[in-house]
C-alpha cells in the first residue's frame, strides 16, 4: 500500500511540475509575451481616440517603436487613472506609459525610466478671462484631473489655500468641458495637453503667465522587474540614437522634445 502512496505521490508531483512549468511568468522582458501598456485614453496628444476611435498619441507611437525594438507585440489598455499604480502592481498591466510624471512619491511605488520629455503643470483659463496671474485665483473655482501631478503642484503652491473650490475630473477632457460652460474659472493641466488643445481650439484658451511646476514624464515599470527596465531603457536609447523618437516628436509636436 505504502509504494502504491508513493508512485501516485510521484505522479502527481510530476504533473504539477508540468502545469507550473507551463503556465509560469514568463513576462514582456522575456520577448515571449505582448506588453500591455495602461493608458488614460483621453489625454492628448500622448494618448488619446481619433475621429476613428483608434488609440493614436505620441506615447502610442513611442510605445510601439520600443516594443518593435524589443522583438514583442505591445496592446494599449485604458485604465482608470486614479488605479494606475494598482493595475501596474495586480500584473494586469505592464507598463504606465502616457504623460505619467516623475515624482518622488511615484518612485516608491514603481520603477522609472529616464525622463524622456519635459513638461509643466499650467492653468488655463478663457480667452475672454480678465484672469492672466496665479493670485487672482483668489475666490475662484479651479478644475483639474484627479490623483494627478496637476493636483500634486496645486497643492504645493501657496495659490491654493486662496482658491474657493477645487473640483477633481475623472481626466482634462471633462474639465475643458466644464472651463468653456463656465462651471469652473481656470484648469490646473499639463501644459503639453493644453498646447494640443489651443492648436485645435484657436482663440478659446489661454495660459495664466505664470506655471505652476516644471516636470518630466517617465515610463512606470512595476517594482522588482528590473529585466524589463533594462531592456525598455535600451529600446529607448536606440531610438534616440536612431532618431526614431525624434521622428515621432516631429510628427505630433512639429518640433524634437525628446530629452536625450
Known amino acids: 500500500m505504502k509504494k502504491r502512496l508513493a508512485a501516485i505521490g510521484l505522479v502527481l508531483t510530476a504533473a504539477f511540475t508540468i502545469l507550473t512549468g507551463c503556465s509560469g511568468d514568463t513576462g514582456a522582458a522575456g520577448g515571449d509575451k505582448k506588453l500591455v501598456v495602461g493608458i488614460d485614453d483621453k ?6 481616440r481619433d475621429e476613428k476611435n483608434e488609440i493614436v498619441g505620441f506615447d502610442i507611437d513611442y510605445a510601439k517603436a520600443a516594443a ?7 496592446e494599449f489598455q485604458p485604465i482608470d487613472w486614479k488605479t494606475k ?3 501596474l502592481n495586480s500584473g494586469r498591466i505592464d507598463l504606465i506609459w502616457n504623460g505619467y510624471t516623475i515624482t518622488e512619491e511615484r518612485k516608491g511605488k514603481v520603477l522609472f525610466t529616464k525622463p524622456y520629455l519635459k513638461n509643466a503643470q ?6 475672454k478671462s480678465n ?9 475662484k473655482t479651479v478644475g483639474l484631473q ?6 500634486d503642484a496645486l497643492n504645493a503652491s501657496p495659490v491654493k489655500s486662496k482658491i474657493k473650490t477645487v473640483t477633481e475630473y475623472a481626466d482634462n477632457v471633462l474639465a475643458l468641458s466644464d472651463l468653456k460652460i463656465g462651471r469652473v474659472d481656470a ?19 489661454k495660459l495664466m503667465s505664470e506655471s505652476l511646476a516644471p516636470e518630466e514624464y517617465g515610463v512606470g515599470v512595476k517594482k522588482g522587474n528590473e529585466e524589463l527596465l533594462q531592456k ?5 536609447d536606440e531610438l534616440n540614437q536612431d532618431g526614431t523618437a525624434a521622428k515621432i516628436s516631429q510628427k505630433w509636436f512639429g518640433e524634437d522634445k525628446v530629452l536625450k
Open 85 to 87: 499604480e494598482s493595475e
Open 43 to 48: 489625454f492628448a496628444p500622448m494618448g488619446f
Open 232 to 236: 525598455l531603457q535600451k529600446a529607448l
Open 131 to 139: 484672469l492672466s496671474k496665479l493670485d487672482e485665483l483668489e475666490g
Open 68 to 74: 518593435e525594438k524589443m522583438g514583442t507585440e505591445v
Open 146 to 151: 484627479s490623483l494627478s501631478s496637476a493636483a
Open 122 to 127: 499650467v492653468v488655463v483659463t478663457l480667452a
Open 187 to 205: 484648469v490646473v493641466i499639463d501644459e503639453v495637453v493644453v498646447k494640443y488643445y489651443m492648436a485645435k481650439e484657436k482663440d478659446t484658451f
